[in-house]
């Protein structure tokens, strides 16, 4: 019940698909919770959702986001006007990089809170949005990123679930009871003793320039998103 809360924006218009589903009731002495769960857990839990949208913390704020999107493009524009006013030297190179680097992460918060729904009341807008700050200002595809942050979300940090922790074992590994069991196997490809030491030097270049830019395409010509 909370996974359906949290992942679906118009609630009225998810039920209407999902009474021809429904088989029954549960009856009256039949327990409501998951036997895995804590029920105090789930119905603390329920609270602090209701006091959080009571609060209005859930309604965003579209101005903020509308400065935000603005802020993108000034910068956008503002690396490419350094270029062409400048040249490509050393030194507007370096600035236009650093002007650049900002609007693309703001960007990417940006495409987060859109791909999530959360930005406007009405779905269309969000997926429409989301396409063009994704597909246009980041040059990513949308879907791709849907696929694997709704994976994320719905198995947070689980080994073989959770796509964002997916790296394992080729170059880092992940946990105690994971590094443990591959160093039983002897199944090594890297050094993950000193995964600490290089992560700083591998990650940056090896995730997103690197292996984002093969999946996105990956994902979207197997997947076919055209
Ligand atoms: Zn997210």
Redesign the pocket.
């Known amino acids: 019940q909370d996974a359906f809360v949290a992942f679906h924006v118009d609630k009225v218009l998810v039920n209407k698909y999902l009474k021809p589903l429904q088989i029954g009731e549960l009856a009256p002495d039949q327990p409501s919770v998951e036997p895995t769960k804590n029920k105090m857990l789930v119905k603390d839990f329920r609270e602090l959702r209701a006091t959080v949208e009571k609060m209005g913390l859930l309604k965003p704020n579209q101005l903020f986001f509308l400065l935000l999107l603005a802020h993108i493009l000034l910068l956008d524009t503002a690396a490419w006007l350094i270029l062409l006013y400048f040249g490509t030297s050393l030194m507007p190179f370096t600035v236009s990089l650093v002007v650049l680097t900002i609007s693309q992460v703001q960007a990417s918060w940006l495409q ?1 809170d859109l ?2 729904l959360s930005v406007f009341r009405k779905t269309k807008w969000n997926h429409l949005l989301h396409k063009f700050v994704m597909c246009h200002l980041i040059g990513a595809s949308a879907k791709w990123w849907t696929l694997l ?1 709704s994976q ?2 719905a198995k947070p940090n689980c080994f073989q679930k959770d796509p964002d922790i997916d790296m394992h074992p080729f170059l880092f590994t992940l946990g105690k009871k994971l590094s443990v069991e591959l160093g039983i196997k002897k199944k090594k490809y890297m050094p993950y003793n000193h995964q600490h030491k290089y992560f700083f030097i591998t990650l940056p270049p090896l995730l997103f320039p690197t292996y984002f830019h093969y999946h996105t395409f990956y994902v979207a010509y197997t997947k076919r998103y055209w």
Do not use: L, P, V, W
Request: a neutral charge; glycine letters at 16%; charged letters at 0%.
């Open positions: 987060h791909g999530h942050h994320h979300h």
